[in-house]
């Protein structure tokens, strides 16, 4: 079965750090590729996406994501951190299955971020 | 636009009761779904939709029912509730196509005693 995992449920950083969330995912063929962030007592919403192009995906509050598809990797990252990026993130992978998309998530990691 | 919006915010059920989870979206949405939230175990498809009078199930279909009258509209209902259904219910919607942002709704909260 497909699969995306999510390396630490939590991760704490100190506020200005740098901020690296793990994602791979399982797939011999070129997914879709999202991070999406859920802050606290809300829905989801979409941090960045790759789909096709640029390998380097830039998206909103200064994230940016690489899909390296050697690595099978989608990994999330951020120069500095800050106390407001506090939430928790997804990782999300649409395949192509037997003509039909197929949106798999990864379990979540929590961003904690220290003063 | 007001987006995805989902109702109620909260509720508490007793084991066996009945109720119905409101989701409408305003976007002209042909893709609906639902989740269910747990600690640790990231969203888990419920039930979707790829459009009006067509639905489907997810990972997780067991105990619950959805229908697709309007494709504004995609409610979720519990048919006989049980603790284990005590979770965070997110309603989403998108365009069709793998490479679609999906959008939530803000989740209800459901505690079954």
């Known amino acids: 079965a497909q699969s995306v995992t999510q390396l630490g449920s939590h991760v704490s950083v100190s506020e200005g750090a740098l901020v690296l969330l793990r994602c791979n995912y399982s797939?011999?063929?070129?997914?879709?590729l999202f991070w999406y962030v859920q802050y606290p007592n809300q829905g989801l919403q979409l941090l960045l996406k790759?789909?096709?192009?640029a390998t380097l995906v830039k998206g909103i509050n200064g994230f940016e994501a690489e899909f390296k598809k050697s690595e099978t990797s989608f990994h999330l990252t951020k120069p500095s951190a800050h106390m407001s990026d506090a939430a928790e993130y997804f990782c999300?992978?649409?395949?192509?299955?037997?003509?039909?998309?197929?949106?798999?998530w990864g379990a979540g990691t929590k961003l904690i971020i220290k003063p | 636009n007001a987006g995805v919006t989902q109702t109620p915010k909260f509720q508490v059920l007793k084991t066996g009761q009945s109720m119905t989870l409101q989701c409408a979206q305003d976007?002209?949405?042909?893709?609906m779904s639902w989740y269910r939230q747990d600690p640790g175990m990231g969203l888990r498809l419920i039930h979707y939709?790829?459009?009006?009078?067509?639905?489907d199930q997810g990972e997780v279909p067991n105990g619950y029912n959805v229908s697709r009258s309007t494709t504004e509209d995609f409610p979720l209902r519990l048919l006989s509730a049980a603790p284990s259904q005590t979770s965070v219910y997110f309603c989403?919607?998108?365009?069709?196509?793998?490479?679609?942002?999906?959008?939530f709704g803000p989740g209800t909260r459901l505690t079954v005693l």
């Open positions: 989403a919607s998108s365009y069709p196509g793998g490479d679609n942002e999906q959008f």
């Open positions: 976007m002209n949405h042909e893709y």
């Open positions: 939709s790829v459009g009006a009078g067509i639905t």
């Open positions: 797939s011999s063929v070129p997914p879709y």
């Open positions: 790759y789909t096709t192009g």
């Open positions: 999300a992978v649409t395949l192509l299955m037997d003509s039909n998309y197929q949106l798999i």
